[in-house]
């Protein structure tokens, strides 16, 4: 069964091509001296490298040419902070030669050695002292009642209905 839609559009469809050619002359009357555009494809031409261009540059960046200028504005800036704190290195010095794979461990080593002989305190530690048994908590005395307004050794009496 065919939609509503379906049946307007075939019954329609004949009036897309009278409509283009509509389209066409009055462009043509407007702007006499103007070629037609290739960046309208007509039905029946084939997509190429050309009418995508010309349709990126008409959807994408035309219609916020601004906003574009203003983003290649900012990395200018950018760029130009950039090469402003950038310090630069001096002519007479020299490199920071790089580890090789046998030199990179040893350094490493003389680096926690030095280290450890740095962070060694004059008085040494003291030996961990031994910790204490603990007691029964039942020997202590408590003084709990005194914080909720009873006194001390009064009893929890409750009333039988």
């Known amino acids: 069964m065919k939609t509503l839609r379906d049946t307007l559009l075939h019954r329609h469809q004949a009036a897309n091509t009278r409509l283009d050619q509509v389209r066409q002359?009055?462009?043509?009357?407007?702007?006499?001296?103007?070629?037609?555009?290739?960046?309208?494809?007509?039905?029946g031409s084939k997509p190429t490298y050309a009418n995508l261009a010309v349709t990126l540059w008409r959807e994408l960046i035309r219609p916020s040419r601004y906003i574009w200028g203003a983003l290649a504005a900012l990395?200018?800036?950018?760029?130009?902070?950039?090469?402003?704190?950038?310090?630069?290195?001096?002519?007479?010095?020299?490199?920071?030669?790089?580890?090789?794979?046998?030199?990179?461990?040893?350094?490493?080593?003389?680096?926690?050695?030095?280290?450890?002989?740095?962070l060694q305190s004059p008085n040494p530690a003291p030996a961990d002292r031994p910790t204490p048994e603990p007691q029964p908590r039942s020997e202590g005395t408590t003084s709990w009642p005194h914080r909720i307004g009873r006194a001390p050794g009064a009893r929890n009496v409750q009333a039988i209905a």
């Open 25 to 43: 002359t009055v462009l043509r009357t407007s702007f006499p001296g103007t070629k037609p555009s290739l960046a309208v494809p007509t039905q």
């Open 75 to 118: 990395w200018l800036v950018l760029l130009a902070i950039d090469l402003e704190l950038r310090e630069p290195h001096p002519k007479g010095a020299t490199p920071v030669p790089v580890l090789s794979g046998v030199a990179a461990p040893q350094t490493f080593v003389e680096q926690r050695r030095v280290l450890a002989e740095l």
